[in-house]
């Protein structure tokens, strides 16, 4: 399973959530779950005499409050959560609560959307838990309200298989329910094995958004939830491309979809259109924290759109604009208030140390002094310190790179030695990073670091390249929706290099071929790929 939705719903929410249950949260907060045995819904009064009018793409269901703008706050909310939108959705699921604080489905939201937002967030949490839980047990509470709230006790309490019953059960119940079969889908999605085949929930997922595609081929979240299926699939249909142009054109102002479309625009190798939906989601975003007045450190989503771009546009081949971009990202003042913010996370992993990462990758090195001088200073004191391991490992691989540059192997075999030594260490961080919401950004860094040792030691011993950076090629993952690439090109590239310098041309064209089937027309690939051409004639 993609690890964005699981890692958010269950670490995040059982380190924040769990705090509002008796006895620290292992018995569900409702005493009567009512996952079997539904009754008919006994509306409070108050449910609301006319529909809200409905912005184009969200859809329309029964919300329990009496207020039209509230009933549209929370589906625009429930439409943010299902396209990755997480501190959007907490925008209207906030103001709905101004407006009715005793919206259940406006608490139930609240909660989902700030699972993932830090220890800033975490009274907030609580305080929705509870009052959803007051809520859910007034006799009065409409029934399907209250399935929604058990589902959501049983993801953080008994984890993601028995919430999988949980919504399959609300799906059946209300077939006219347009979110849950989405939820239901993002539990079932369990990605592709190494032949590139669906696993069994993978295929359900299909199936079940499909279906809701059939009745609502306009739906917003469920065009997002069926590209999104696909979005680490080894190999993207054009179909797969114009769900999310579809998904685009359903809401021309959502930020979510047009990085969306960017994501898979890069994943076929079209750069450019990757690199301008970006930045239409980037202008979006900046748009939304003016409107909303809301920090950058709030803002994930701009700080993963622009990171993105600045990756397509080195993949095109456009190092200056590369450059260019993601120094803009990494100027970015960080945020004392929100240390742990999803923005601020962002930033201390990926945007400080892209400017460096993406100089590293370039065919041409530049010199030392260049990248030493964008580099990242020293952290300041209330940030995650588990972040400076990512420059730790960029800095010994810069170090190794130039002393091979300046033929001195015993400095590079040392860049390895404290490389290894500093992976090591980080290995063992994993609850810190847990504590400091920063799992996935961990797993990445160790991940870069692999793939920065294979490369160091194809340094070392250039003849056996084929060996070391074999293990690299096969742990070397696609790109997800919510990151690029932790570095820039694909890891069969540096083998492809390797064999062009030790005048192998027919081995680097084989292995250029193969590295294009993973970032299709990747610049750097292309021109090694000539390279060796011009070589064999």
Request: proline share 7%; aromatic share 8%; glycine share 8%.
């Amino acid at each position: 399973m993609n690890t964005s939705f699981r890692y958010v719903l269950l670490s995040a929410a059982m380190a924040g959530c769990c705090s509002a249950a008796p006895g620290g949260g292992h018995e569900h907060w409702m005493s009567s779950p009512a996952l079997n045995g539904w009754r008919e819904a006994v509306f409070r009064a108050g449910v609301p005499a006319q529909p809200a009018v409905l912005p184009p793409g969200v859809e329309m269901m029964m919300v329990g409050s009496s207020s039209p703008a509230v009933q549209r706050l929370v589906l625009e909310g429930m439409t943010h959560l299902l396209s990755f939108g997480d501190m959007r959705a907490f925008v209207k699921f906030d103001a709905a609560l101004r407006l009715d604080p005793d919206c259940l489905m406006a608490h139930w939201g609240r909660c989902m959307s700030l699972m993932g937002a830090g220890p800033a967030f975490q009274s907030q949490r609580v305080q929705s838990m509870k009052r959803m839980k007051e809520l859910a047990l007034r006799p009065d509470c409409p029934e399907q309200e209250r399935a929604y709230a058990d589902a959501l006790a049983v993801l953080l309490m008994d984890g993601p298989v028995k919430a999988q019953e949980a919504w399959k059960t609300i799906c059946s119940t209300w077939k006219r329910d347009p979110y849950a079969p989405l939820f239901y889908a993002m539990l079932l999605r369990d990605g592709f094995d190494g032949q590139g085949k669906p696993g069994e929930g993978q295929q359900e997922a299909v199936r079940v958004v499909d279906a809701v595609l059939k009745e609502r081929p306009g739906s917003q979240a469920a065009l997002f939830m069926r590209a999104l299926l696909e979005e680490v699939a080894p190999v993207i249909s054009p179909e797969t491309v114009e769900t999310a142009r579809k998904a685009v054109a359903a809401n021309p102002l959502s930020a979510s979809a047009h990085h969306l479309l960017g994501h898979f625009l890069f994943r076929t190798g079209d750069y450019e259109g990757a690199s301008a939906a970006f930045q239409a989601s980037e202008n979006l975003c900046l748009a939304w924290e003016k409107a909303e007045n809301v920090p950058p450190a709030l803002d994930d989503a701009w700080f993963r759109s622009i990171v993105y771009r600045a990756v397509s546009e080195f993949c095109a081949g456009r190092y200056k604009e590369a450059d260019a971009i993601a120094a803009r990202a990494a100027a970015i003042p960080l945020n004392k208030e929100h240390p742990l913010a999803p923005g601020t996370l962002l930033q201390l992993w990926e945007a400080r140390t892209l400017p460096v990462r993406l100089m590293l990758a370039r065919p041409d090195l530049p010199g030392q002094t260049h990248l030493l001088k964008a580099s990242p200073g020293p952290l300041p004191k209330g940030f995650p310190d588990l972040s400076n391991g990512m420059m730790a490992v960029v800095t010994q691989y810069m170090g190794a790179r130039y002393a091979a540059r300046q033929g001195r192997p015993d400095a590079v075999a040392s860049g390895f030695d404290k490389l290894s030594g500093i992976l090591r260490l980080f290995m063992d961080g994993a609850e810190i990073a847990r504590r400091q919401m920063s799992v996935s950004y961990w797993a990445r860094c160790l991940q870069m670091g692999s793939l920065y040792s294979s490369e160091i030691r194809s340094l070392m011993f250039p003849d056996s390249a084929n060996v070391w950076m074999s293990e690299a090629i096969r742990s070397q993952r696609f790109p997800s929706l919510l990151l690029p690439p932790v570095v820039p090109y694909p890891a069969e590239w540096k083998l492809a290099q390797a064999y062009l310098q030790g005048g192998k041309y027919r081995e680097c064209l084989d292995m250029c071929e193969q590295a294009l089937k993973r970032f299709p027309n990747h610049a750097g690939v292309l021109e090694t790929r000539k390279q060796a051409r011009a070589a064999v004639k």
